[in-house]
């Protein structure tokens, strides 16, 4: 999951900030762009939509490789609990079909992160598998790359102790742009429906409500 030129396997890492989780890079969409090709290195500047999201700031840095039917990514990032907590990630992708303009690939990504403001130090895992499918459109000055990509993600969440899992479905979306000079932009979209986490799943200190939270993320790259 991953992005423009950067084709950013999603993204990584969840958080708790007042109650919501999130995949991969916290509070970063999970960018799935089945288009990607070459070397790509960006950021990305990311914000909660709504209040289920917890509205927190995000920052990450990229570096994506598409080479033939392959997609591979690897980030980090720091987002605004509270506290500020640093994310990790990678991710590793694979073609299944070029038909003309027109890309689709699997992707699956594994993000780490933590979160001290809670009281309890919450530490959680995200694996999250996307099938994205896009286009690739060259015109004169740039290469334009829409996509969308459903996802099944399986996180791990521990504190105090005590550990637990949850799965959720989501959907991300995005639009990348290239120039021919190498430069590009990015932007996406990205919505998640967690289900609740009940007191004693983690030690009875930590729980969070059943939510749908919306990301939007946008950023630029250079790639070659």
């Known amino acids: 999951m991953s992005h423009g030129p950067l084709s950013y396997v999603g993204p990584l890492v969840l958080a708790l900030s007042a109650g919501p989780l999130r995949a991969q890079l916290a509070n970063v969409p999970v960018y799935a762009n089945p288009s990607a090709s070459g070397i790509a290195v960006g950021g990305d500047v990311s914000v909660g939509l709504n209040d289920e999201s917890g509205k927190d700031l995000a920052f990450a840095a990229r570096a994506n490789l598409g080479f033939g039917k392959f997609l591979f990514g690897a980030g980090v990032g720091l987002v605004?609990?509270?506290?500020?907590?640093?994310?990790?990630?990678?991710?590793?992708?694979?073609?299944?079909?070029?038909?003309?303009?027109?890309?689709?690939?699997v992707q699956a990504g594994a993000g780490f992160t933590?979160?001290?403001?809670?009281?309890?130090?919450?530490?959680?895992?995200?694996?999250?598998?996307?099938?994205?499918?896009?286009?690739?459109?060259?015109?004169?000055?740039?290469?334009?790359?829409?996509?969308?990509?459903?996802?099944?993600?399986?996180?791990?969440?521990?504190?105090?102790?005590?550990?637990?899992?949850?799965?959720?479905?989501?959907?991300?979306?995005?639009?990348?742009?290239?120039?021919?000079?190498?430069?590009?932009?990015?932007?996406?979209?990205?919505?998640?429906?967690?289900?609740?986490?009940?007191?004693?799943?983690l030690g009875g200190t930590i729980t969070d409500l059943k939510r749908q939270p919306l990301l939007l993320s946008g950023g630029v790259h250079f790639g070659f």
Do not use: C
Request: glycine share 12%.
């Open 80 to 105: 605004d609990f509270g506290t500020t907590e640093p994310t990790f990630m990678g991710s590793v992708g694979y073609r299944v079909a070029k038909v003309g303009f027109v890309n689709v690939a």
């Open 114 to 201: 933590r979160n001290s403001s809670l009281g309890d130090v919450l530490r959680t895992a995200d694996i999250p598998v996307s099938a994205g499918i896009g286009l690739s459109l060259p015109l004169v000055v740039a290469t334009v790359e829409p996509w969308v990509a459903p996802r099944f993600t399986i996180q791990r969440l521990s504190a105090d102790g005590a550990s637990t899992w949850r799965n959720h479905v989501g959907l991300s979306a995005g639009l990348d742009v290239k120039l021919l000079v190498g430069l590009g932009a990015h932007l996406a979209v990205d919505w998640q429906a967690l289900p609740a986490i009940a007191a004693g799943d």
